[in-house]
């Protein structure tokens, strides 16, 4: 159950979640295990939360938000959905972890490639960089060659390759890429802005020869939302074929969210490999990279690209992931995802008319950005024309009317199928208040 006195309107009182956040910067670096939960970019402190349901999250003090992070994107029926506890109770009966396979990972996975017919086979994982990163390495054995091409503000977890000029949490504190990663490694990564084809011609010209992949967010949520222009993600498609290289779509964030099958349904793009993360676990930590059957089957144990992980195919995560994608199979979802995202998107849009700010709001099925610029928001170099203190400043009011909203600029906002009208409506409410402020 929620904590008892929760609900009010305005939140008045952060004491316990501040005497947590003390408590936990004297043994976790920084208070958090993820950067951008330390809401530093919107000069905060975090709260932490102890109870979720549907579309909502209560805090240690008792306080109720309507909840658009969505645990960063794969809460997409809302927390606690009963099915998905369900499939939970019923693995957990049976164990935590086995180490060795069980039913539910086939079913999962053939789940998957039906749903997403580019994915001809599928390995499961334990996280989205687990993904990408091993979608890297098996594109680099298949070709035969060492660079890769990302895109600027693309963000594909934190394994080495991909700390060059991303975007999410790096963007949100500042750093460019990251110490730790050598110098060296970092040469083999081409970062070219997003929705420049231009640029990718010619790296190809240069490079071509010598590139193992072209790893792209095909919806970029890691700047917050930046939609691709039309010819971009087909131009990349025909560009990878011409090079010899390979097409990596980062559908960590996409996956099921955009499209039951994902961006690339949505656009009509079939890459080679495509990466998905926890919304195939119903939240639960779990990834998994596949594609077609050639290119799988270099992966150990059937060939020479050794991957692997103790917890890959936890019972637990498959379990509430089948739960989770079976749910989503039903008529009209994506249809009443997308008109309560147009509801807020439109709302918001109208509330920046009015209250004369500058303001650029981009959005696709299930995910919206808000940017603080005159600029049109086309690749990460416009995004980073965002007034970020006025963002800071909107962030601290929403969450005083009971809207978490993310804690940063760089970030999608996600929007849920068990969002209510009432919820929206109290959320453009809220913004209305920030942006007149």
């Known amino acids: 159950m929620p904590p008892a006195g929760a609900a009010n309107q305005t939140i008045?009182?952060?004491?316990?979640?501040?005497?947590?956040f003390e408590r936990s910067q004297k043994?976790?670096?920084?208070?958090?295990?993820?950067?951008?939960?330390?809401?530093?970019a919107?000069?905060?402190?975090?709260?932490?939360?102890?109870?979720?349901?549907?579309?909502?999250?209560?805090?240690?003090?008792?306080?109720?938000?309507?909840?658009y992070v969505?645990?960063?994107?794969?809460?997409?029926?809302?927390?606690r959905h009963p099915r998905v506890l369900e499939a939970l109770e019923e693995a957990l009966l049976k164990g935590?972890?086995?180490?060795?396979?069980?039913?539910?990972?086939?079913?999962?996975?053939?789940?998957?490639?039906?749903?997403?017919?580019?994915?001809?086979?599928?390995?499961?994982?334990?996280?989205?960089?687990?993904?990408?990163?091993?979608?890297?390495?098996l594109a680099r054995a298949f070709t035969k060659r060492s660079l890769i091409i990302k895109f600027d503000g693309c963000y594909h977890g934190h394994a080495d390759s991909f700390l060059v000029k991303a975007g999410s949490g790096l963007a949100t504190l500042g750093i460019a890429s990251s110490p730790g990663v050598p110098e060296e490694l970092s040469q083999l990564t081409i970062s070219l802005p997003y929705n420049d084809l231009s640029a990718v011609e010619k790296a190809s010209k240069?490079?071509?020869?010598?590139?193992?992949a072209i790893i792209v967010e095909p919806v970029v949520g890691n700047s917050g939302v930046i939609l691709p222009k039309e010819g971009f993600l087909s131009g990349l498609r025909n560009l990878a074929t011409k090079m010899g290289a390979l097409l990596v779509f980062d559908e960590v964030m996409t996956g099921f969210r955009v499209a039951l099958n994902g961006a690339?349904?949505?656009?009509?793009?079939?890459?080679?490999?495509?990466?998905?993360?926890?919304?195939?676990?119903?939240?639960?930590?779990?990834?998994?990279?596949?594609?077609?059957?050639?290119?799988?089957?270099?992966?150990?144990?059937?060939?020479?690209?050794?991957?692997?992980?103790?917890?890959?195919?936890?019972?637990?995560?498959?379990?509430?992931g089948i739960a989770q994608l079976k749910l989503l199979?039903?008529?009209?979802?994506?249809?009443?995802?997308?008109?309560?995202?147009?509801?807020?998107?439109?709302?918001?849009?109208?509330?920046?008319?009015?209250?004369?700010?500058?303001?650029?709001?981009?959005?696709?099925?299930?995910?919206?950005?808000?940017?603080?610029?005159?600029?049109?928001i086309v690749d990460f170099a416009s995004a980073q024309t965002s007034d970020t203190s006025k963002f800071a400043r909107t962030w601290q009011t929403l969450m005083d009317k009971g809207v978490y909203w993310p804690p940063s600029q760089f970030e999608s906002a996600f929007v849920s199928l068990v969002h209510s009208q009432k919820d929206i409506e109290e959320t453009l409410a809220a913004f209305q208040v920030a942006m007149k402020a």
Not at 14 to 20: D, H, P, V
Not at 42 to 60: K, M, Q, R
Not at 281 to 301: F, H, Q, S, T, W
């Open 12 to 20: 008045l009182h952060l004491t316990k979640s501040r005497l947590a």
């Open 27 to 40: 043994v976790i670096p920084g208070g958090v295990n993820s950067p951008v939960r330390s809401c530093k």
């Open 42 to 67: 919107v000069n905060s402190t975090p709260v932490f939360i102890a109870y979720s349901d549907g579309s909502n999250l209560w805090d240690i003090d008792g306080n109720q938000y309507i909840d």
């Open 70 to 79: 969505g645990a960063w994107g794969p809460m997409i029926v809302g927390h």
């Open 96 to 137: 935590t972890a086995y180490g060795a396979p069980c039913l539910a990972e086939i079913e999962l996975a053939e789940l998957i490639s039906r749903l997403v017919p580019s994915m001809e086979m599928v390995r499961m994982v334990n996280s989205g960089t687990e993904a990408t990163m091993s979608a890297v390495r």
């Open 206 to 212: 240069e490079h071509g020869d010598k590139v193992a």
């Open 264 to 320: 690339q349904g949505k656009f009509g793009i079939r890459p080679d490999l495509t990466c998905l993360g926890k919304i195939i676990g119903g939240g639960l930590p779990v990834g998994a990279y596949g594609g077609r059957k050639d290119i799988m089957e270099m992966v150990a144990p059937s060939g020479p690209v050794y991957q692997a992980g103790t917890l890959s195919g936890s019972p637990l995560a498959m379990a509430a």
């Open 329 to 376: 199979q039903a008529p009209q979802i994506y249809q009443t995802l997308e008109t309560l995202t147009n509801k807020l998107a439109d709302g918001l849009k109208e509330i920046a008319k009015k209250t004369s700010q500058p303001c650029q709001v981009v959005s696709i099925t299930g995910m919206v950005s808000v940017f603080f610029t005159k600029e049109k």
